[in-house]
């Protein structure tokens, strides 16, 4: 259709169709005008008639004529399927669990509220709690029966903050059944059954299509769990609204058959009206709710006692110490984990984008960066460390560093007064049982990488075959054209020798016997022709692709075995570390054993005992000086005040020798004369005012540098670190102190060397590195007198000097300058004379100056 016809439709459809405005035109008699007013005046005295019917119908079906006729549209309705509805509850009389329903401390999230005598739940809105899923889960399981649990939605919000974050964290509610241990978010595990508000069904993270209307605020939902094996909807699970099934029963998953079910609810944004008690909602039949469970039927969950604990572990960074923590949590799943940690976990699980790890991430301080203000500035923690007063249950406190140091426990057991306070120390050789869980999860990674590669060889087999298959099957058509071209050009001259026969075979005498001379010749370029063709085909079968050895690798992957050196292997270490190297540099020589004295009613030693856990506690100390750097380390003003003298004494020495070359020799020891060197008693003047380094050049002056700042670096370390454990640095730390303290690189690349080691043996009579210990210590024990550099310098240049002149071209130093000679400078050019009228202005662009004679300044 024409657009002009597609618009004219709209306003049809929108606004009806208008009646044509009559047209008015005035009459040229005036007497026609009078009648005129006559029948109108007429005309409102009378009654107005009602439009006949005849009239209307007119009107419609020149408007049917008018647009196109509508296409018939067949309204299908919804297909309910038919199903037996639910009998009467027949009355029992076994005895009824006596427990109240209720929802304890382990069993809710820490951001969800029980209120109004734990029939109401809401949910912290504070430090980014908002943004997390709240979940509570009933004290009482259901293993057999059919009961029902009610549901009210009471509030539905959006915080401001929301609207301006690109997280998705809109809110919900999720109503269901899950296993005790199971995680308190519903979605999370496979071990749960529950609806949305949104109409969906979902058994543990599958989700159905969507399977009845939205639910609203102020409806009254009601969940039953059918576990009869008598009744026909056996193990399946119903929700009714107001009253009114919302859909047929669902089967629950075969893993969860046979397992006490709890009633579970999540939310987030939210806020909810629980009822396990009489039903306030009539269902088209009867049905007992899960305070009316029978004994027999009920799996009732301990109630915890008044007496709460708080755990805190004690390990050392990257030594099984979140290993250890989880295992503990799969035994003792009603303890309750706090730390940076979990709250990630918690985070991502509500539907939060994992931050990308950035460089001091690690797992005891993770990075928040989710692009929420109130989880970004770690308000979350802060939160947190005051829910132990508001929700009181066993806890489990996991921050590896500040564990470890004594300042920060007493910070953390402050804020669980009237809790029992256990310290569990995880140091030292590992049980058997540790050890055996640590082997199986490295022979599953190992496996997991094994099955990775087989699946990626056997594809790329399977890749090859096929491009074996199609070039075969190439081969095979170009075998196929080639035969069919050969038989056509066979047939060609056949069909020629033919004609060539019947011609000559026409003529007469000596023609014939001409013809007969010649087809001796052409037999004969047929046999050379085949011989030819012969070849070819060769060619053809060598051009088909050779079969190629492929390795067996079987219909299943191989089973992978730990090696001996993963069987002695006792710790897993991760690609993220527990403590960031920054951290564990300022904090690891604070780290102690906790002593009852700190406040700890227990302290409980899992792997070994106490006092050898301090010992090991001790050497692990040690040895992490010896391969930590200390970030925080800043050079002393004696260190700044030594350098800052050398390079003043190291400018002098450079100008007396290039006074005393300007002066000539004199009556001074002659090069290479017998000088005990280290009897010099001066070295400004060895004899006649020659100094001892008068035929120092650019190396030796570069070397005399290099022993000076090496060992000022050596012996100011030392001294700054002041720690009786760190008397040397270590040979992979040498880079970062001498940057640290001399806030330029070591350039090895000056002496046309590749590494630091090779470097250090050209002053090797000064500064060394241990072959054993892989340490940098001085050679020299006092240099404080320059003297003794200066010395060491002169006898190295001698001993080069004399390797040298005996043919030793091996110990000639590549030595480069910093200071290459300057380029020549090119001839001056006289400047071009200056253009008339043009003046010079401020930039280089003829705009930025003043404008030229004769123009008005405008471009």
Not at 497 to 518: R, S
Not at 614 to 625: A, D, M, N, S
Request: net charge neutral; hydrophobic share 35%.
């Amino acid at each position: 259709r024409p657009p002009w016809f597609r618009r004219a439709e709209l306003r049809r459809a929108f606004f009806g169709t208008m009646p044509p405005k009559a047209k008015t035109v005035p009459p040229k008699d005036p007497k026609e005008a009078e009648a005129k007013k006559e029948a109108e005046a007429k005309k409102k005295v009378e009654p107005k008639a009602k439009p006949k019917a005849t009239e209307e119908k007119k009107r419609k079906a020149d408007e049917a004529a008018e647009e196109p006729a509508p296409k018939e549209v067949k309204v299908v309705p919804p297909q309910v399927e038919e199903f037996e509805e639910e009998q009467d509850d027949v009355p029992d009389k076994k005895p009824k669990i006596k427990t109240e329903v209720t929802f304890h401390g382990s069993d809710l999230t820490l951001n969800a509220i029980p209120c109004m005598g734990n029939k109401v739940l809401m949910a912290l809105n504070e430090g980014g709690m908002q943004y997390l899923i709240a979940g509570a889960r009933a004290n009482v399981g259901l293993k057999g029966g059919r009961y029902m649990f009610e549901v009210k939605i009471t509030e539905m919000y959006h915080p401001a903050e929301a609207s301006q974050s690109r997280q998705n964290v809109r809110g919900f509610i999720r109503i269901g059944f899950s296993t005790s241990g199971s995680s308190l978010i519903l979605g999370e595990s496979e071990e749960s059954v529950w609806f949305d508000n949104n109409g969906l069904f979902s058994a543990g993270k599958t989700k159905a299509p969507k399977t009845f209307t939205k639910l609203n605020k102020d409806q009254g939902v009601a969940i039953i769990l059918n576990l009869d094996e008598k009744s026909p909807h056996a193990n399946t699970v119903s929700i009714f609204r107001d009253g009114v099934r919302a859909c047929k029963p669902r089967k629950l998953p075969e893993n969860l058959i046979g397992k006490p079910l709890f009633p579970h609810v999540s939310y987030r944004h939210a806020s909810l009206m629980v009822n396990f008690g009489k039903p306030m909602t009539k269902l088209p039949f009867t049905c007992r709710s899960v305070s009316e469970a029978t004994a027999a039927h009920a799996f009732v969950t301990p109630a915890p006692s008044g007496k709460y604990e708080m755990l805190m572990p004690v390990a050392f960074p990257d030594e099984g110490t979140f290993d250890w923590l989880d295992s503990f949590l799969e035994a003792n799943p009603k303890y309750t984990e706090l730390s940076d940690r979990k709250m990630m976990e918690w985070a991502v699980a509500s539907g939060l984008t994992r931050p990308k790890l950035g460089l001091n991430a690690s797992n005891d301080k993770p990075n928040y960066q989710y692009g929420v203000h109130s989880l970004d500035d770690n308000s979350l923690m802060k939160v947190v460390q005051s829910i132990p007063s508001i929700q009181p249950r066993n806890f489990v406190v996991m921050e590896v560093k500040s564990n470890l140091v004594a300042e920060e426990r007493a910070q953390i057991l402050k804020r669980f007064p009237g809790y029992k306070k256990v310290a569990h120390v995880v140091m030292g050789e590992p049980k058997k049982a540790y050890k055996l869980r640590v082997h199986q999860q490295i022979l599953k990674q190992k496996q997991q990488k094994s099955d990775s590669t087989w699946r990626m060889k056997k594809a790329q087999q399977e890749q090859k075959k096929r491009i074996l298959e199609q070039q075969k099957l190439m081969a095979e058509k170009k075998k196929e054209m080639e035969e069919k071209k050969k038989a056509e050009a066979e047939a060609k001259k056949a069909e020629e020798a033919k004609k060539a026969k019947e011609a000559k075979e026409a003529k007469e005498g000596e023609e014939g016997e001409a013809a007969e001379a010649t087809e001796e010749p052409a037999e004969e370029k047929e046999a050379d022709a085949e011989k030819e063709e012969e070849p070819k085909a060769e060619e053809t079968k060598a051009e088909e692709p050779a079969k190629m050895e492929e390795e067996d690798l079987g219909d299943e992957p191989p089973q992978v075995e730990l090696t001996e050196e993963e069987e002695k292997q006792n710790f897993i270490k991760g690609s993220i570390p527990d403590v960031s190297p920054a951290v564990l540099t300022k904090a690891f020589a604070s780290f102690t054993v906790p002593e009852k004295s700190e406040g700890f009613d227990e302290i409980n030693y899992e792997w070994q005992e106490a006092a050898e856990s301090k010992e090991y506690l001790r050497k692990w100390v040690l040895e992490t000086k010896l391969t930590t750097r200390i970030e925080d380390l800043q050079p002393s003003n004696d260190f700044k005040e030594k350098y800052s003298a050398w390079q003043k004494t190291f400018a002098e020495l450079q100008t007396k020798q290039k006074a005393w070359k300007s002066a000539g020799k004199k009556d001074g020891v002659k090069e290479g004369g017998a000088v005990d060197i280290f009897s010099v008693e001066d070295i400004n003047d060895i004899g006649g005012g020659e100094p001892l380094y008068s035929h120092f050049e650019a190396e030796d002056w570069a070397m005399l540098q290099l022993r000076y700042e090496f060992f000022l670096l050596q012996d100011s370390f030392v001294k700054d670190v002041n720690d009786e454990d760190r008397t040397a640095i270590p040979e992979a730390h040498l880079a970062f102190y001498y940057q640290k303290y001399f806030k330029k690189g070591i350039n090895t690349k000056q002496f046309s060397l590749s590494d630091v080691p090779e470097l250090l043996k050209l002053i090797k009579d000064t500064v060394a590195i241990d072959e054993e210990t892989k340490m940098f210590t001085k050679v020299l024990e006092d240099a404080e007198s320059l003297d003794i550099l200066v010395k060491c310098t002169e006898e190295s240049r001698k001993e080069r000097q004399r390797r040298i002149d005996a043919g030793d071209e091996t110990v000639r130093l590549k030595f480069l300058s910093h200071n290459p000679a300057p380029a020549p400078v090119p001839a001056a050019v006289p400047p071009a004379p200056a253009a008339v009228g043009l003046q010079k202005g401020k930039g280089k662009a003829m705009g930025k100056g003043k404008p030229m004679k004769g123009m008005m300044g405008k471009w």
